[in-house]
């Protein structure tokens, strides 16, 4: 069986090496692994939102990947911006890389680490057509693991849904559906949607509407663009389509949403992710959320009605205070009282008529 590279690893040496060489060859440099690891600008980033999240990649034309093979097999890639680079430099910064990589990479991993040429454009897009050419027997494997009298293990089932809900969140403002996600995970729209329902309780389609009218809500609430506009801007080219959804979803149309909440100075939004549990409150989420932010986050009860007071340097004072919706309505309780159960996206409103 193939070997990779260790899940864990201490990359600060490659990292600090990385950042150097880019200073010195003018040429940005970043390091991926199959880990799920992103080394970029002196940071080190872990788990496929956080790569997905901080490595943009321009066209291929100016994007070199340089595959890295350490005992045999190809362990990631050294990405460079070679935007105005020749093909001296190419050949220059390959030597300087894989010197780089053997005196940090190779000596953690105890082997030699070579470095290709990098791959043309044409090369990327053969992997891709095989990629896609091979997905039926990923479809199978992926359809014996859902049958199996054996459920998948807590780390495939994160790792799947951590795809899933990266690609939703980088992909929202385009047009998107469960085929289109599917494809670029690898997996097949039926087994998509199963572990999608299974581990979050809501269905994909609800999902990715939900996250779409939470971020239209915040555009209707602190810009005055248009609602085409925002239609467009949230990966609806049908404005009429929008607006149904919008209405279905937050019980008006965006117009008389833009309305109602004029007074919305800020909008803090949290999309549903695995670390919700069915009996969570809205108040125990929020709190995790931004605790993970190191982001403040109290509450104070009047006249023993509890209410959240503070998120982050926004308190309440008078008339201004936090107001909170769940899937894009606002309840008559106190989060502390509203369980996550099937919601998706809680967002936390800042205003100045609380009501």
Same mark, same amino acid.
């Given at each position: 069986m193939p070997t990779s590279t260790p899940t864990i690893i201490n990359y600060t040496g490659l990292a600090d090496s990385i950042q150097l060489f880019s200073k010195i060859s003018q040429i940005k440099t970043s390091f991926y692994d199959f880990s799920d690891t992103l080394v970029k600008d002196g940071h080190i980033y872990h788990g496929i939102s956080e790569v997905q999240h901080n490595l943009v990649l321009k066209d291929t034309a100016v994007t070199l990947l340089f595959p890295v093979i350490a005992n045999d097999n190809i362990v990631g890639f050294v990405i460079c911006d070679a935007t105005g680079v020749s093909q001296e430099r190419v050949q220059l910064a390959k030597t300087y890389i894989e010197s780089l990589?053997?005196?940090?990479?190779? +000596?953690?991993?105890?082997? *030699? &680490?070579?470095? =290709?040429?990098?791959?043309?454009? *044409?090369?990327?897009?053969?992997?891709? +057509?095989?990629?896609?050419? $091979? +997905?039926?027997?990923?479809n199978q494997i992926n359809q014996q693991i859902d049958t199996s009298e054996t459920p998948p293990?807590?780390?495939?089932?994160?790792?799947?849904?951590?795809?899933?809900? !990266? /690609?939703?969140?980088?992909?929202? %403002?385009?047009?998107?559906?469960?085929?289109?996600?599917?494809?670029? @995970? $690898?997996?097949?729209?039926? /087994?998509?949607?199963? &572990? $999608?329902? %299974? /581990?979050? *309780? @809501?269905? $994909? &389609?609800?999902?990715?509407?939900?996250?779409?009218?939470? &971020? !239209?809500?915040?555009? =209707?609430? =602190?810009?005055?663009?248009?609602?085409?506009?925002i239609s467009r801007q949230v990966g609806c080219s049908q404005n009429s389509y929008f607006s149904k959804v919008f209405k279905r979803i937050t019980g008006m149309s965006p117009l008389a949403y833009r309305r109602k909440h004029f007074a919305v100075q800020k909008v803090l939004t949290i999309p549903r992710d695995l670390t919700w549990d069915d009996h969570d409150?809205?108040?125990?989420?929020?709190? %995790?959320y931004f605790k993970q932010l190191d982001c403040s986050f109290s509450m104070q009860t009047t006249n023993g009605y509890p209410y959240v007071n503070q998120i982050g340097d926004l308190t309440d004072s008078g008339a201004r205070g936090w107001l909170y919706t769940v899937n894009c309505q606002q309840p008559t309780r106190s989060s502390s009282d509203v369980v996550s159960t099937d919601n998706a996206v809680i967002q936390w409103l800042y205003t100045d008529r609380v009501s």
């Open positions: 990589t053997n005196d940090t990479l190779g +000596k953690l991993l105890n082997t *030699h &680490i070579d470095i =290709l040429n990098p791959l043309s454009a *044409h090369n990327v897009s053969q992997m891709r +057509k095989f990629a896609l050419l $091979f +997905k039926p027997t990923l293990t807590t780390t495939k089932k994160a790792s799947s849904i951590d795809d899933i809900l !990266a /690609y939703v969140q980088t992909n929202l %403002r385009n047009p998107i559906s469960l085929e289109s996600v599917s494809q670029n @995970v $690898f997996l097949s729209p039926s /087994y998509l949607s199963r &572990i $999608f329902k %299974r /581990y979050l *309780h @809501v269905n $994909f &389609i609800d999902y990715a509407n939900y996250q779409r009218v939470a &971020i !239209a809500c915040k555009y =209707l609430m =602190l810009t005055n663009n248009k609602v085409s506009v409150t809205i108040f125990d989420i929020s709190q %995790r």
